[in-house]
């Protein structure tokens, strides 16, 4: 079955780094579109960024973080540099594909991320 965990959240000082990691398993990992998400306390959750054959950013991370992905691997990464305490939030892996007209959308279960000094 389709799995995506997440891993590298933590507690971080304002103007430090994170890298996220996200290893998938249970689907053709090198034709998905990955994306993360964050939901901050009693916020709705939002993108963040997505990497297919492009990369897209959410306007207030650009030039902060950085999306990857390593096919031979399974896995899409978040590097979060110049980390600010509103980046605090639980982060979300998420893959989207469509096979034969049906579009097949997978979350992990989320690691904290916590901004704070």
């Known amino acids: 079955q389709v799995q995506l965990v997440e891993s590298g959240g933590g507690l971080a000082q304002p103007g430090g780094s994170l890298r996220l990691s996200c290893q998938a398993s249970g689907f053709t990992f090198s034709t998905s579109t990955m994306k993360w998400y964050r939901q901050a306390p009693r916020k709705e959750r939002e993108f963040v960024a997505s990497i297919s054959g492009i990369t897209i950013y959410k306007d207030s991370v650009k030039g902060r973080f950085t999306i990857s992905r390593d096919n031979g691997k399974s896995t899409v990464y978040l590097q979060m540099n110049s980390l600010k305490p509103e980046d605090t939030a639980a982060y979300y892996c998420?893959?989207?594909?469509?096979?034969?007209?049906?579009?097949?959308?997978?979350w992990g279960q989320g690691t904290q991320v916590t901004v704070s000094s």
């Open positions: 998420n893959a989207n594909w469509n096979w034969l007209g049906t579009t097949y959308d997978y």
